[in-house]
């Protein structure tokens, strides 16, 4: 099996003979809502959400089972048929062997090409498919040229199956709906509109109207049509050897209509002699629109080759202008697979967890967490839009520190579950400080801070324990007063409540409780008594950050106070006493959760930012040296690693059993990156960690050893097979955050090996078996799963560029730190990152002359435009905020000189 092949120097990639490869799919999407997923053959979806499915929905298995595919027929001498998209039953019997047609799959962000050559026919096809950015229509430009010495003469045929309604159909009434369906066909093509649509929520009129339209390049239209399934694929016939092909159905003319059948975008267009060497195009046009002069406008933007071949070219340059980070290290391969990467959190926000073949769950849109991890690479480049998005995603938060689950469209839309107690996430209170220190650090704006946001309020009270029987929807999503008022508070006091609600919801071992999950769902049996070392440790860490932002507010105030909701107070205790004592925590708790079971008083207390901050350390400091103490695990010789969890039986998770031992890596991820973890013992995780977990074929660093148990009190994720998912495949998300981790604590060398390990693994074909990109995970055979839509992206990309290259912010300044190693600078000895920050582009060129490792280097000089810079402690150059700004636009070139 050939290595995929990188063919520009924005990651375009090339393979030859994609179809041999299963659970292939590539994504493309428009910013105004549709999403498909096209493979090899043409297979995959297109749909708009849930409920607006223009092609079948799929899974990643239907993917090698069904022959609805996108086609394009082409009926040679009028008895021979050929698909351009190698999807004939004749094609398929010859693959694997030496009649096999050659193929090629070229791609790029958000368009695919299909090349196809017949040995038997001397034909060569290619499909281009790909999405405008402001339309809802998925276009496709096919052209077909005679490779033989004679002239040869060809009858065209488009067909697309149109699937038109919900995917909730497909095991709900997938006939009965179909009787729903009116088909009208106009000259350009076949357009379905049914006229209900009807599941558990009731009965609802339909507007929308799906479509297949086509014209040859020069604009004429199709000849005859076959606007239903029947029509086309004939009595006994498939989608992959259909009658009205090889028998030659004349079809009908438009304009036609038909109704109660599954509908069919297929027509045949007029019949073509090509001489050798001359070629003949056609296009055709896929989408859903609300009424049929959006559709005849549509078609009337794309209905000539020039026309396509220009939206082509603008939808490549929009995409490609978007990814405005550019790597260049020693491998190129690498750098290519960068520009992917910094891609793959666009797509998430296009898709967001749902509506790709491996994602077959949900209903669409992103979770709390996606909300605010989604933000760190956008904070990267381009900062200046996220604080609006940020401010409303607070809104989200209830006033007991738990938060909205169901996220609406839209920026700060968040809707309230009506169907009973939601669950309760014991990390999601961690991103939003997370992603709101970066904003600052990249911005400066600790302003943000003081900006006032309202509180989300529904029946779930009590942190998720009980529901709210005085409250209903008619009252609204936010949370009131006891006036009524709607109550709003900064965003600093949202932070406040998040982090110290969850500081006192605490379970036996005076640790967080881990309720319904953490970060990994799967741990999702265990809501009694299940504990969370790992959160806990992260937790920590976030009260010494807060406490940070803190203290930065209180440089720019003027009052150096903050006006609080006057209920916070109790959470505020400070004696160290109490911290010991878990029924006095729950006490506290119990008392804040009652006076906001339903509204709050609205009443204010005036609390000085610096008592504030010195309030937050303590019980950071109180946090990391019990868990230092109480949560360490001695392993053999220099080994040794954090508990995790403890189960619904309050035992610690893991440790040395009698055959066996027990680990995992979150545990490890959060006591490093947090602070808990002092060297030497990050120097024994590291050992233990390349022992039990490490495994460099599929990808590096598994998220746990075998338990060789099922666990049913601690989670789903040991049901899995070993190697599968969250037990004990290589999880990149957690991967990068160890990376990350490590290289934010100095361990450069052993981060460096977490992010290579798992970029060689996905660079590698041969073993991962997808596109450029990083995947949710590798299993246990290293393949690549559920590519694409993962927030260890967002967070592979904010390693590389703010540890590895060491572009950051700080209170807004740009801080230049570079962690590179020697085996990262190309043969010149130069690496270099091109990314924007503060509004202006920079390229920065770190010169290595000497081949010295991290460590051991020390800046020699730095410059800007050729201006000097200043070098500080030999380590970092800084450029202040107001330095920045009076730069000019344009790209501004900093050169770092390493000695």
Same mark, same amino acid.
């Given at each position: 099996?050939?290595?995929?092949?990188?063919?520009?120097?924005?990651?375009?990639?090339s393979?030859? @003979?994609? %179809?041999? !490869?299963?659970? *292939?799919?590539?994504?493309? $999407?428009?910013?105004?809502?549709?999403? &498909? /997923?096209?493979?090899?053959?043409?297979?995959?979806?297109?749909?708009?959400?849930?409920?607006?499915?223009?092609?079948?929905?799929?899974?990643?298995?239907?993917?090698?089972?069904?022959?609805?595919?996108?086609?394009?027929?082409?009926?040679?001498?009028?008895?021979?048929?050929?698909?351009?998209?190698?999807?004939?039953?004749?094609?398929?019997?010859?693959?694997?062997?030496?009649?096999?047609?050659?193929?090629?799959?070229?791609?790029?962000?958000?368009?695919?090409?299909?090349?196809?050559?017949?040995?038997?026919?001397?034909?060569?096809?290619?499909?281009?498919?790909?999405?405008?950015?402001?339309?809802?229509?998925?276009?496709?430009?096919?052209?077909?040229?005679? @490779?033989? %010495?004679? !002239?040869q003469? *060809?009858?065209?045929?488009? $067909?697309?199956?149109?699937?038109?309604? &919900? /995917?909730?159909?497909?095991?709900?009434h997938?006939?009965?709906?179909?009787?729903?369906?009116?088909i009208?066909?106009n000259?350009?093509?076949?357009?379905?509109?049914?006229?209900?649509?009807?599941?558990?929520?009731?009965?609802?009129?339909?507007?929308?109207?799906?479509?297949?339209?086509?014209?040859?390049g020069n604009?004429?239209?199709?000849?005859?049509?076959?606007?239903?399934?029947?029509?086309?694929?004939?009595?006994?016939?498939?989608?992959?050897?259909?009658?009205?092909?090889?028998?030659?159905?004349?079809?009908?003319?438009?304009?036609?209509?038909?109704?109660?059948?599954?509908?069919?975008?297929?027509?045949?267009f007029?019949?073509?002699?090509?001489a050798?060497?001359e070629?003949?195009?056609?296009? *055709?046009?896929?989408?859903?629109?609300?009424?049929?002069?959006?559709?005849?406008?549509?078609?009337?933007?794309?209905?000539?080759?020039?026309?396509?071949?220009?939206?082509?070219?603008?939808?490549?340059?929009?995409?490609?202008?978007?990814?405005?980070?550019?790597f260049?290290?020693?491998?190129?391969?690498?750098?290519?697979?960068?520009?992917?990467?910094?891609?793959?959190?666009?797509?998430?926000?296009?898709f967001?967890?749902?509506?790709?073949?491996?994602?077959?769950?949900?209903?669409?849109?992103?979770?709390?967490?996606?909300?605010?991890?989604?933000?760190?690479?956008?904070l990267?480049?381009?900062?200046?839009?996220?604080?609006?998005?940020?401010?409303?995603?607070?809104?989200?938060?209830?006033?007991?520190?738990?938060?909205?689950?169901?996220?609406?469209?839209?920026?700060?839309?968040?809707?309230?579950?009506?169907?009973?107690?939601?669950?309760?996430?014991?990390?999601?209170?961690?991103?939003?400080?997370?992603?709101?220190?970066?904003?600052?650090?990249?911005?400066?704006?600790?302003?943000?801070?003081?900006?006032?946001?309202?509180?989300?309020?529904?029946?779930?009270?009590?942190?998720?324990?009980?529901?709210?029987?005085?409250?209903?929807?008619?009252?609204?999503?936010?949370?009131?007063?006891?006036?009524?008022d709607?109550?709003?508070?900064?965003?600093?006091?949202?932070?406040?409540?998040?982090?110290?609600?969850?500081?006192?919801?605490?379970?036996?071992?005076?640790?967080?409780?881990?309720?319904?999950?953490?970060?990994?769902?799967?741990?999702?049996?265990?809501?009694?008594?299940?504990e969370?070392?790992?959160?806990?440790?992260?937790?920590?860490?976030?009260?010494?950050?807060l406490?940070?932002?803190?203290?930065?507010?209180?440089?720019?105030?003027?009052?150096?106070?903050?006006?609080?909701?006057?209920?916070?107070?109790?959470?505020?205790?400070?004696?160290?006493?109490?911290?010991?004592?878990?029924?006095?925590?729950?006490?506290i708790?119990?008392?804040?959760?009652?006076?906001?079971?339903?509204?709050?008083?609205?009443?204010?207390?005036?609390?000085?930012?610096?008592?504030?901050?010195?309030?937050?350390?303590?019980?950071?400091?109180?946090?990391?040296?019990?868990?230092?103490?109480?949560?360490?695990?001695?392993?053999?010789?220099?080994?040794?690693?954090?508990?995790?969890?403890?189960?619904?039986?309050?035992?610690?998770?893991?440790?040395?059993?009698?055959?066996?031992?027990?680990?995992?890596?979150?545990?490890?991820?959060?006591?490093?990156m947090?602070?808990?973890?002092?060297?030497?013992?990050?120097?024994?995780?590291?050992?233990?960690?390349?022992?039990?977990?490490?495994?460099?074929?599929?990808?590096?660093?598994?998220?746990?050893?075998?338990?060789?148990?099922?666990?049913?009190?601690?989670?789903?994720?040991?049901?899995?097979?070993?190697?599968?998912?969250?037990?004990g495949?290589?999880?990149?998300?957690?991967?990068?955050?160890?990376?990350?981790?490590?290289?934010?604590?100095?361990?450069?060398?052993?981060?460096?090996?977490?992010?290579?390990?798992?970029?060689?693994?996905?660079?590698?074909?041969?073993?991962?078996?997808?596109?450029?990109?990083?995947?949710e995970?590798?299993?246990?055979?290293?393949?690549?799963?559920?590519?694409?839509?993962?927030?260890?992206?967002?967070?592979?990309?904010?390693?590389?560029?703010?540890?590895?290259?060491?572009?950051?912010?700080?209170?807004?300044?740009?801080?230049?730190?570079?962690?590179?190693?020697?085996?990262?600078?190309?043969?010149?000895?130069?690496?270099?990152?091109?990314?924007?920050?503060?509004?202006?582009?920079?390229?920065?060129?770190?010169?290595?002359?000497?081949?010295?490792?991290?460590?051991?280097?020390?800046?020699?000089?730095?410059?800007?435009?050729?201006?000097?810079?200043?070098?500080?402690?030999?380590?970092?150059?800084?450029?202040?905020?107001?330095?920045?700004?009076?730069?000019?636009?344009?790209?501004?070139?900093?050169?770092?000189?390493?000695?």
């Amino acid at each position: 099996m050939e290595h995929l092949k990188f063919i520009d120097e924005h990651g375009s990639f090339s393979i030859r @003979q994609p %179809e041999n !490869t299963s659970y *292939l799919y590539f994504p493309l $999407a428009s910013e105004m809502g549709l999403k &498909s /997923a096209v493979t090899p053959n043409l297979g995959g979806d297109a749909k708009i959400d849930q409920e607006t499915f223009l092609l079948e929905p799929v899974s990643s298995e239907n993917l090698h089972n069904n022959r609805s595919t996108r086609n394009f027929w082409l009926l040679k001498d009028g008895a021979d048929a050929y698909s351009a998209s190698g999807a004939s039953a004749k094609q398929e019997s010859v693959k694997f062997t030496a009649m096999q047609d050659e193929s090629e799959l070229k791609a790029g962000f958000m368009w695919q090409t299909l090349a196809r050559s017949s040995k038997v026919h001397r034909l060569k096809s290619t499909i281009t498919s790909f999405i405008p950015k402001d339309y809802n229509v998925e276009i496709m430009y096919v052209t077909v040229q005679n @490779q033989s %010495e004679v !002239t040869q003469e *060809l009858t065209p045929y488009a $067909a697309i199956p149109i699937y038109g309604r &919900s /995917a909730d159909n497909i095991r709900d009434h997938r006939n009965v709906t179909s009787m729903l369906h009116r088909i009208d066909t106009n000259k350009n093509g076949v357009l379905v509109c049914p006229t209900m649509s009807f599941d558990e929520k009731g009965h609802r009129p339909n507007k929308h109207i799906y479509y297949v339209m086509g014209c040859m390049g020069n604009g004429n239209a199709p000849k005859s049509f076959y606007p239903t399934v029947e029509d086309f694929v004939g009595e006994g016939g498939t989608f992959t050897h259909p009658r009205a092909i090889y028998e030659k159905h004349p079809g009908v003319t438009a304009p036609g209509h038909a109704a109660g059948k599954e509908a069919m975008g297929a027509f045949r267009f007029e019949t073509v002699s090509l001489a050798p060497g001359e070629k003949a195009d056609y296009i *055709l046009l896929i989408g859903v629109e609300d009424n049929e002069k959006k559709i005849l406008d549509l078609f009337e933007k794309y209905n000539t080759a020039g026309k396509v071949q220009k939206a082509f070219s603008d939808t490549k340059s929009y995409w490609q202008n978007k990814v405005n980070v550019k790597f260049h290290t020693k491998e190129a391969d690498f750098d290519h697979l960068m520009k992917w990467i910094c891609f793959q959190p666009f797509l998430r926000r296009l898709f967001g967890c749902s509506f790709l073949p491996h994602h077959d769950y949900g209903r669409g849109g992103r979770g709390w967490r996606d909300l605010w991890q989604d933000c760190l690479s956008l904070l990267l480049i381009e900062p200046e839009s996220v604080s609006h998005m940020i401010a409303m995603n607070y809104g989200g938060v209830r006033i007991d520190g738990t938060n909205a689950t169901i996220i609406g469209n839209g920026d700060g839309n968040f809707l309230a579950d009506r169907n009973g107690i939601s669950r309760v996430w014991m990390d999601h209170a961690l991103w939003p400080l997370m992603t709101t220190k970066l904003y600052i650090d990249q911005t400066g704006d600790v302003q943000i801070l003081n900006k006032s946001i309202s509180y989300f309020k529904d029946a779930q009270t009590m942190r998720g324990t009980e529901v709210d029987v005085l409250w209903h929807s008619e009252q609204g999503d936010k949370q009131r007063t006891a006036q009524n008022d709607i109550y709003t508070g900064s965003i600093l006091e949202h932070l406040l409540i998040q982090q110290l609600t969850a500081f006192y919801e605490v379970g036996d071992h005076n640790i967080y409780r881990l309720r319904g999950a953490d970060w990994n769902d799967a741990l999702d049996m265990a809501s009694e008594h299940g504990e969370s070392v790992a959160f806990t440790c992260a937790y920590a860490g976030n009260l010494l950050n807060l406490a940070s932002m803190i203290r930065l507010l209180d440089s720019h105030s003027s009052t150096h106070t903050v006006e609080l909701l006057e209920e916070i107070k109790i959470l505020l205790e400070n004696d160290v006493n109490v911290f010991d004592d878990i029924g006095k925590k729950h006490k506290i708790i119990a008392g804040y959760m009652d006076c906001c079971r339903h509204t709050v008083s609205g009443k204010r207390i005036s609390i000085s930012l610096s008592a504030l901050a010195v309030n937050l350390i303590q019980k950071a400091n109180w946090l990391m040296e019990r868990l230092r103490f109480q949560e360490w695990i001695d392993g053999p010789g220099e080994e040794g690693w954090f508990n995790s969890y403890y189960d619904n039986h309050g035992r610690a998770v893991e440790g040395l059993f009698k055959d066996h031992v027990r680990m995992m890596l979150t545990g490890q991820v959060f006591a490093i990156m947090s602070g808990t973890a002092e060297d030497s013992q990050i120097e024994k995780i590291t050992r233990s960690a390349d022992h039990y977990l490490y495994q460099k074929e599929i990808g590096g660093y598994r998220l746990n050893t075998d338990f060789h148990e099922l666990k049913f009190d601690m989670g789903r994720m040991f049901g899995f097979a070993y190697g599968e998912k969250e037990n004990g495949a290589v999880f990149s998300h957690m991967t990068v955050m160890y990376a990350n981790a490590l290289y934010h604590r100095g361990f450069v060398k052993e981060g460096w090996k977490a992010l290579k390990t798992l970029a060689d693994t996905a660079l590698d074909f041969n073993t991962s078996h997808i596109y450029p990109g990083i995947p949710e995970y590798f299993r246990s055979d290293g393949r690549g799963m559920y590519q694409y839509l993962t927030g260890a992206a967002s967070w592979f990309m904010l390693t590389m560029i703010t540890e590895v290259f060491g572009v950051r912010g700080k209170a807004g300044d740009l801080i230049l730190y570079p962690k590179l190693l020697a085996c990262q600078f190309d043969e010149n000895a130069a690496a270099s990152i091109i990314i924007p920050f503060a509004g202006k582009n920079f390229t920065i060129i770190y010169k290595n002359k000497n081949g010295k490792d991290f460590g051991a280097y020390i800046i020699d000089s730095a410059s800007c435009d050729g201006n000097e810079l200043a070098v500080n402690e030999d380590s970092f150059v800084s450029l202040s905020r107001n330095m920045l700004t009076a730069l000019s636009d344009g790209m501004h070139t900093i050169i770092i000189n390493l000695r």
